[in-house]
């Protein structure tokens, strides 16, 4: 008990003796506010709306409701550190914006409007309808199978160097739409399957197989365009082709040089324009492209333009691989072993063949050997 007193004595003697140590209370030091000092007829000043931080901070300490409102409006505050490293640093909420299909907000909500309203719903519809119309197609027309005999003459159609530039892209392409499939829509139909833990570990292994395949993509796109783009050139037998459909509603197949014009809207529309659009927009969500500014509104604008992109490409690129393998008999083995039957190129590509008949086109365009059949030429 002694020992207790003792010790409070030498408290208070302590405390005293700092007491004398300490600054003198100077009026004009600063005082802090007390947030508990509460003023409820504050706001019935006309004025009060108005107030800035400081102003409100007068009449109700604590408030900070006017700059939190002007964070909300996406004002942008001081900030040292250089816009070059840290392009947002004294950004908290964007500014608003009005993205085509949003309301005038604040700008991550447009963009989650446009992505959630716009791209899922409309976007998922379009590949569902391109589903659903091949599956009509093929239930009422079938297999479009060659209508002579084979004759067992072969054309070099594809060469390896064009095959191989083909399937990788095509390898890169499927990997991208399936990763990007179930990151975009998979919530709907494999979430609710799977449960949210796996799912969680998908999608994470989708994203990061999505952003290696897109470079391979980019560069095998670039390969494709330049491989193929003199064979795609419009001519003037396009036009026919294009106002009989190419005759597949007809049965009649309308000639041909080595691709059809529908072959030749799918390179120009979905290979060369949508896919250096995909391109463009993808290097920039993986941050690939030097010099540019990544803020949150690039991402969200690359964002829309890629997934509206990407949606219309896979859509026309459904239609390309039922015609490359289920939709028409001998073109998925063009593409594999790189040759055809003379008559799969007369029946199919007839002012094509014809070239090759007149040696206007060689029928043999790789030096090494042919497969086992004799070539058209060789014939
Ligand atoms: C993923 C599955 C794919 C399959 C099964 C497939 C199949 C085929 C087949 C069989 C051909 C030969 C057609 C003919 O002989 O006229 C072909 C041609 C072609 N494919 Fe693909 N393909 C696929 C993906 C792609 C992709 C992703 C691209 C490019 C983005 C592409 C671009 C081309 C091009 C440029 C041609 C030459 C004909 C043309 O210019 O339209 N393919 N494909």
Redesign the pocket.
């Known amino acids: 008990m002694r020992r207790f007193v003792l010790m409070c004595a030498t408290f208070v003697l302590g405390a005293s003796a700092w007491a004398q140590n300490a600054p003198p209370n100077d009026a004009a030091s600063v005082k802090s506010a007390n947030i508990f000092q509460i003023a409820p007829d504050a706001d019935s000043d006309p004025k009060y709306k108005a107030q800035t931080n400081a102003e409100r901070g007068k009449v109700q300490p604590g408030n900070n409701a006017p700059m939190w409102t002007q964070v909300g409006q996406g004002v942008t505050g001081y900030t040292s550190l250089p816009k070059s490293q840290a392009p947002e640093a004294g950004n908290l909420i964007q500014p608003f914006v009005q993205y085509p299909g949003s309301r005038l907000t604040n700008a991550g909500e447009a963009w989650r409007q446009v992505r959630n309203n716009w791209l899922i719903p409309y976007g998922g519809s379009l590949l569902l309808i391109a589903l659903g119309a091949l599956a009509l197609f093929y239930w009422r027309k079938g297999t479009i199978e060659l209508h002579g005999a084979e004759t067992g003459r072969k054309i070099e159609?594809?060469t390896p160097f064009?095959r191989s530039a083909?399937?990788a892209?095509?390898?890169?392409?499927?990997a991208l739409?399936v990763s990007g499939i179930v990151m975009a829509f998979g919530k709907f139909f494999i979430q609710p399957v799977i449960g949210n833990a796996l799912f969680g570990w998908l999608t994470y292994a989708l994203k990061n197989i999505h952003n290696f395949a897109g470079p391979l993509?980019a560069v095998?796109?670039v390969i494709?365009?330049v491989?193929?783009v003199r064979?795609?050139l419009p001519r003037a037998e396009d036009i026919t082709w294009l106002l009989k459909g190419g005759g597949l509603l007809s049965g009649t197949e309308v000639p041909s040089h080595?691709?059809?014009a529908?072959?030749?809207v799918?390179?120009w529309i979905?290979?060369f324009a949508l896919?250096l659009i995909v391109v463009a927009s993808g290097l920039v969500l993986d941050k690939l492209i030097p010099g540019l500014v990544y803020e949150r509104s690039t991402m969200q604008i690359s964002h829309m333009v890629h997934a509206a992109a990407t949606c219309l490409?896979m859509a026309m690129?459904m239609g390309?691989?039922y015609?490359?393998?289920i939709g028409?008999r001998g073109?998925?083995?063009?593409?594999?072993d790189g040759y055809?039957d003379e008559t799969w190129a007369k029946e199919?590509?007839e002012l094509w063949y014809q070239d090759i008949q007149a040696g206007k086109i060689s029928a043999q365009r790789t030096p090494a050997a042919a497969p086992a059949a004799k070539t058209a030429t060789t014939a």
Do not use: C, P, Q
């Open positions: 159609r594809f064009e083909h399937w892209n095509a390898i890169a392409f499927t739409a993509f095998s796109l494709v365009i491989t193929f064979d795609n080595r691709f059809n529908g072959e030749k799918l390179f979905g290979v896919g490409m690129f390309h691989i015609m490359g393998t028409m073109a998925y083995s063009a593409m594999r055809v199919h590509h």
